[in-house]
């Protein structure tokens, strides 16, 4: 079950793999900069693409530890070391989100970055998911 409202203003064109904004009612779980670190904390793959994958499954499991799953997000930022290697990777990122989110899609900002701490990292994605009330 979800309990958010995609927010389209009367005349806006739809956007096409994100929403402009959210409603929600429920408990709020929030990621940090989720990275795409291995279980030893060593950076997985040598793309944006294959890190992108790798982050979205980290996220999911952080989410499922608030018992959120991919329809709980609402709202991630992305932060990006090249927008030209986004660009280029747009269609391996699609996949990967459409395999590991599915049809959801919420509110999103991608940034370029100079840099992230992780040297290694080229993306890094901060979530925040909407887990409804049970229903009664």
Request: proline share 7%; glycine share 8%; charged share 20%.
């Amino acid at each position: 079950m979800t309990a958010h409202q995609t927010l389209l203003p009367p005349g806006w064109p739809r956007p096409r793999g994100y929403a402009n904004g959210v409603a929600a009612t429920g408990r709020l779980v929030f990621t940090a900069g989720v990275v795409a670190f291995d279980a030893d904390e060593r950076i997985v793959g040598d793309d944006l693409a294959s890190q992108f994958r790798q982050v979205l499954v980290n996220t999911l499991a952080v989410l499922a530890e608030a018992g959120a799953g991919p329809e709980h997000i609402v709202r991630m930022t992305w932060y990006v070391t090249s927008r030209d290697e986004y660009i280029a990777s747009l269609p391996a990122i699609g996949a990967a989100y459409r395999e590991l989110i599915g049809r959801n899609f919420p509110a999103m900002a991608v940034v370029q970055v100079a840099g992230l701490v992780e040297a290694d990292a080229r993306v890094e994605i901060e979530t925040t998911a909407v887990v409804p009330p049970a229903s009664a």
